[in-house]
């Protein structure tokens, strides 16, 4: 074992002094990375598209290439012959030439990864050990080809030659140089016959999130069969000496284990996505049909159209039913409109909206019923919630998940990260509370330690999917002065976070607060501020990064709706209310207002002072939406629903009417509310197009034109179930006007 061991560490610093090797595991590399890199700019999804590039391209090269030429130099150079002399078994040689290439591959990669990560700031050292072994994997895959061109050719040459016929037809055709998408049809057919494309899909789902499901399975068996299968016909005609040449029957066994050896991941993937259709074939499926849809990015062109599901997916998206499909159940709604359902992107699901004392209910009921009734009633089909107690939201996610029951997606973000004393914690809410129920949905930090201490901590307890974060000063003549994180507090929060693969949502109500955020490595802004318009540098700061913002532009319209008594209250709001917040609104007791404790001839005063307070923040509210939506930032619709008036469900409704009041039109308002968010967190829902989740809603009339016609809904579709909004509301209440 000691002489193994010694052959294995000749090898390894063998092959750093050899001038190949040292070329394809550290210069290589930084050329690809310098050239793809700059072209994709700073948007961290480009980016990690990149690495998944690159991470492929370096495998292939530096095994092709490098390991190739060691093993010819090891021959040439009379080291094996020497071998031959010793009780070395020729699997110990060959198997101690694999090992030391792993640890010069792991080598590349660290280096790759330090280099990529220092330069484009990726945010990909979260997936560091998931990605090593990848690369490892493909490593050991391409070293099975290594070995058996090293053993049919006589000269480094002819290596090279060997290795350049089966490389660059690689990097062109596998989407490793030009992305797959830009190549003609048959191009990427020949690319998905080739070795490469099963790695480099493997990579993608690594870095880019791209789902690979079953085929994750699939890919790990193919490309260790073809290091297994290349390393044992290397061993089956293995030659010790530089003057051995081969039978010619020996040539044509090893070039026909070639042939095989690279055909193995394409079998494997064409195995794998038959075994796919087998099981899709065999899910229900019918066809919906619709006069218009809307994707979540446009209107589609054809009218009518045909939306396949099969199980809870979309199968096909088209203006006439394909082969296979004609004698499938149609579901005629060719006199309305389709589009994906509606994603909440920032709720307090815990929050009650207006507390109405029920002896026969309990929070667990109130909240299934906002699930059910308020959100899948209102055409909303995911979630995101914070500063939530998250036992009770967890519990319903896995009771979904393992029932098919009727609720719609969470993302689940936990507990809010805030300085001793920050918002929320002045909130009258968090006061009543004790230390204890505080912590389940506030996190106080002080020091940056205190911030990753507290995250890794809570990461401990549950796994989450957002991190928030309060970094909120006040603003003295609207609320007040407010204890506020440090920037590097907050930076270090931001930072544990990323490093854990989660990303943050930070709070803010100025523009300081705004880009510092930005600065400090924020994925997302809460709230737009209320101070002044945002300056040019600190958009195109946000621009570049790629910074999202969900503005929650309706919860100060309902501040003013309040403070000049409108109503604000509907039927179909009424119709998705628990029965005694129905009765109590129905009857004009619109609930507790702290103006009624001031005396009456001080109320109105102080009304008209809120009134107008309020008016000048709503303004420079859609001040700040406008730019933001004029210089390009992504926006996407939450409604902060569990404020006072913003109801759960129907307040995201709210909030795509009040990013159109803000000056989007109807179609970048419905965006926001569903194809953005999409987009840019990767979901499986929120587009209509084939392989998305098929959640979808049902509407008698136009989105595209007025957005208050998502009040017309009539069904919804979740993860491929048909469900009658009536079903979803109670029967006896029925009288909205989708049935008109």
């Known amino acids: 074992m000691r002489a193994w061991w010694m052959w294995v560490w000749l090898i390894f610093i063998s092959s750093l002094r050899a001038r190949v090797s040292l070329f394809f595991s550290f210069a290589f590399p930084l050329m690809f990375m310098l050239v793809f890199g700059y072209l994709a700019g700073r948007d961290p999804r480009r980016l990690r598209f990149v690495a998944a590039q690159m991470f492929t391209m370096i495998v292939v090269a530096n095994t092709l290439f490098a390991l190739t030429q060691l093993m010819l130099q090891v021959r040439q150079k009379g080291v094996l012959r020497r071998l031959h002399t010793t009780p070395m078994s020729r699997h110990q040689v060959l198997s101690g030439i694999v090992a030391a290439w792993l640890l010069i591959s792991s080598l590349t990669f660290v280096w790759m990864l330090m280099a990529f990560e220092s330069l484009f700031h990726a945010k990909l050292l979260p997936k560091l050990l998931g990605l090593w072994g990848l690369y490892l994997l493909g490593a050991l895959a391409f070293a099975g080809i290594a070995l058996m061109i090293a053993n049919l050719v006589d000269t480094p040459e002819g290596a090279a030659m060997a290795a350049n016929v089966l490389f660059f037809p690689m990097l062109f055709f596998c989407g490793l140089s030009i992305p797959s998408f830009l190549l003609p049809e048959p191009i990427q057919q020949i690319g998905k016959l080739l070795p490469a494309y099963a790695l480099f899909e493997f990579f993608q789902g690594a870095t880019w999130g791209k789902y690979l499901g079953g085929m994750t399975l699939v890919h790990t068996v193919s490309l260790l069969l073809m290091g297994v299968g290349g390393y044992a016909a290397a061993l089956a005609v293995y030659r010790w000496d530089p003057e051995q040449r081969l039978r010619r029957a020996q040539y044509l066994q090893l070039m026909g284990a070639l042939i095989l050896l690279l055909l193995i991941p394409w079998a494997g993937t064409a195995v794998g996505q038959s075994a796919q259709q087998i099981r899709a074939w065999l899910a229900p499926r019918y066809i919906l049909k619709a006069k218009h849809l809307f994707d979540g990015e446009r209107v589609f062109a054809a009218s009518p159209v045909y939306i396949g599901i099969q199980g809870d997916r979309i199968a096909f998206v088209s203006a006439t039913i394909p082969q296979g499909w004609q004698r499938v159940r149609v579901h005629d709604w060719s006199n309305g409109w389709v589009m994906p359902g509606l994603i909440e992107m ?47 939201l967890r519990r319903i996610r896995r009771i979904a998940e393992a029932t098919a029951a009727p609720y719609p997606h969470l993302m689940i973000a936990g507990p809010i990260f805030t300085a001793p004393g920050g918002h929320p914690l002045e909130l009258p809410a968090y006061r009543w509370m004790s230390e204890k129920d505080q912590a389940k949905r506030v996190r106080q930090v002080a020091t940056p330690a205190d911030a990753r201490t507290a995250l890794q901590a809570l990461l401990k307890e549950f796994r989450l999917d957002w991190i928030k974060a309060i970094y909120d000063s006040g603003i003295p003549e609207v609320y007040g002065r407010l204890p506020c994180l440090s920037r590097e507090t907050l930076a270090a929060l931001i930072e544990e976070a990323h490093r854990h693969g989660l990303p943050v949502a930070v709070h803010i109500s100025k523009v300081s607060e705004l880009r510092e955020a930005v600065q400090a490595g924020a994925d997302m802004i809460e709230h737009t501020p209320l101070d002044a318009p945002i300056d040019e540098p600190t958009l195109k700061a946000m621009k570049q990064r790629g910074v999202a913002v969900c503005p929650t532009v309706f919860v100060g319209e309902a501040r003013l709706q309040a403070f000049a008594e409108q109503n604000r209250t509907d039927e179909f709001l009424l119709q998705r209310l628990m029965p005694p917040l129905r009765e109590q609104l129905r009857s004009g007791n619109t609930g507790f207002h702290w103006l009624e404790m001031m005396p009456g001839a001080y109320r109105d005063m102080a009304r008209r002072t809120l009134m107008t307070q309020t008016e000048r923040l709503i303004r420079m509210v859609y001040t700040n939406v406008q730019r933001m939506a004029q210089a390009g930032i992504p926006l996407v619709a939450g409604s902060d629903a569990g404020n006072p008036d913003v109801f759960h469900g129907v307040g995201l409704l709210n909030e795509l009417e009040a990013l159109v009041r803000a000056g989007l039109t109807p179609v970048e308002a419905l965006r926001a509310g569903t194809g953005t968010p999409a987009r840019l967190f990767r979901l499986p829902f929120g587009r209509v197009a084939p392989g998305q989740q098929a959640s979808l809603i049902l509407l008698r009339h136009d989105p595209t034109r007025d957005v208050r016609n998502l009040r017309t809904l009539h069904a919804i579709i979740l993860r491929g179930q048909y469900i009658p909004i009536t079903s979803l509301i109670e029967p006896q209440r029925v009288r909205s006007t989708t049935h008109r």
């Open 346 to 392: 920032h709720a307090h699901l815990e929050s009650p909206v207006v507390f109405v004392f029920d002896p026969s209910s309990d929070p667990e009921d109130r909240l299934r019923h906002d699930l059910r009734t308020g959100y899948l009633g209102s055409g909303v089909m995911a979630v995101r919630s914070f500063g939530d107690d998250s036992a009770l």
